[in-house]
């Protein structure tokens, strides 16, 4: 038996992967919100957020009052509001406008 002839598992096999129909432009600047929480909520802001498909990422401008600047793809922004708004179901959270344009 040769190694072309041996048997490989479906989970193992090459993959094609289809064109996306409609290439999106790059975007020149990326989307920004700010989001205030506790500062305790934190790490589970990161986990639900990452729960999303990385449809947005976060740095922190004050750590000790948690104040989150939130980035995500213009093409994303309603993922990323939609995606907000489940997350503060779960735990209390302010999202505002970022203040600068």
Same mark, same amino acid.
């Given at each position: 038996?040769?190694?072309?002839?041996a048997y490989v598992p479906p989970a193992l096999r090459q993959r094609k992967r289809k064109p996306h129909p409609l290439p999106l432009p790059e975007p020149s600047v990326?989307?920004?919100?700010?989001? @205030?929480?506790? *500062?305790r909520h934190t790490a589970l802001f990161r986990f639900l957020l990452e729960a999303y498909g990385h449809v947005a990422a976060f740095s922190v401008l004050e750590p000790k009052t948690?104040?989150?600047?939130?980035?995500?793809?213009?093409?994303?922004?309603? =993922? *990323? @509001?939609? =995606?907000? =708004?489940e997350i503060s179901e779960s735990i209390p959270l302010e999202v505002l406008d970022w203040p600068v344009r």
């Open positions: 038996m040769t190694p072309s002839d990326c989307g920004r919100l700010l989001v @205030r929480l506790e *500062a948690a104040l989150l600047k939130v980035m995500f793809s213009p093409h994303c922004e309603q =993922a *990323a @509001r939609r =995606a907000l =708004a």
